[in-house]
């Protein structure tokens, strides 16, 4: 199995950053897909940003380019989400997430294209 711990979340005023680390352990070698969801109260997780290890690529929401950051320290296992210039619309549970699949293709992921999960962890910016 592959585990995801996020930490990093916590309360921020608006224009404020946060940078969310996910650590990443068990059976992770093949997890060429990397993400970071966000989920509103009674809505569908969203994808703030993915990256694939082999090409490089990253893609970001529209909501969030320019603001968000994501990277990854291979020497930790660690993927990490930089938020800046924090709103109080991006209040919300941030999820890491992994799969295995080739991930050539970056844009247009979804929650459904991801099979391992992280717990969560809160943001709010307020």
């Known amino acids: 199995d592959v585990q995801l711990v996020e930490s990093g979340g916590g309360s921020v005023q608006p224009g404020g950053s946060l940078r969310l680390s996910c650590e990443v352990s068990g059976s992770a070698d093949g997890t060429n897909c990397i993400g970071w969801f966000r989920q509103y109260p009674g809505k569908e997780r969203e994808r703030v940003a993915s990256?694939?290890?082999?090409?490089?690529?990253?893609d970001y929401a529209d909501s969030v380019k320019g603001r968000f950051t994501i990277s990854q320290d291979n020497a930790k296992n660690t993927v990490y989400l930089q938020m800046n210039s924090l709103k109080p619309v991006d209040t919300a549970i941030y999820y890491c997430a992994v799969d295995r699949g080739p991930c050539t293709v970056v844009r247009g992921l979804r929650s459904k294209d991801f099979t391992y999960w992280g717990r969560g962890t809160q943001v709010t910016v307020s």
């Open positions: 990256f694939g290890k082999k090409s490089g690529r990253t």
